[in-house]
């Protein structure tokens, strides 16, 4: 119950500094690492591992028309994902 109260009172204050705080160009970036699950080949029923590597993703968004509260954003999100190691039994690939 607690929660719910809390949400109805943030909810439109971080909408409102938001909306006030709008910028006509936005730019983010994000790194991580990815998961990815292991696989079986269908084959020989061995299972291939994946390495968890580093990714970095990059947006850019731009303002197209605001109303009031409400905006409408045109994005471009780019994600790199430079290596992934792949495991698989006896070192060879599948």
């Not at 006030?20 to 061995?46: H, K, M, Y």
């Not at 303002?63 to 009031?68: A, F, I, R, Y």
């Given at each position: 119950?607690?929660?719910?109260?809390?949400?109805?009172?943030?909810?439109?204050?971080?909408?409102?500094?938001?909306?006030?705080?709008?910028?006509?160009?936005?730019?983010?970036?994000?790194?991580?690492?990815?998961?990815?699950?292991?696989?079986?080949?269908?084959?020989?029923?061995?299972?291939?591992?994946?390495?968890?590597?580093?990714?970095?993703?990059?947006?850019?968004?731009?303002?197209?028309?605001?109303?009031?509260?409400?905006?409408?954003?045109?994005?471009?999100?780019?994600?790199?994902?430079?290596?992934?190691?792949v495991n698989y039994n006896l070192?060879?690939?599948?």
């Amino acid at each position: 119950m607690l929660a719910n109260r809390l949400a109805v009172l943030v909810v439109p204050v971080l909408i409102l500094v938001s909306s006030a705080l709008a910028q006509v160009n936005e730019f983010s970036i994000t790194a991580g690492r990815a998961f990815v699950s292991t696989q079986t080949v269908p084959i020989t029923g061995l299972p291939v591992h994946f390495g968890q590597e580093e990714m970095f993703e990059f947006n850019y968004g731009r303002l197209l028309k605001s109303h009031s509260i409400f905006g409408l954003y045109a994005e471009l999100p780019v994600a790199i994902y430079p290596r992934m190691d792949v495991n698989y039994n006896l070192g060879t690939n599948p």
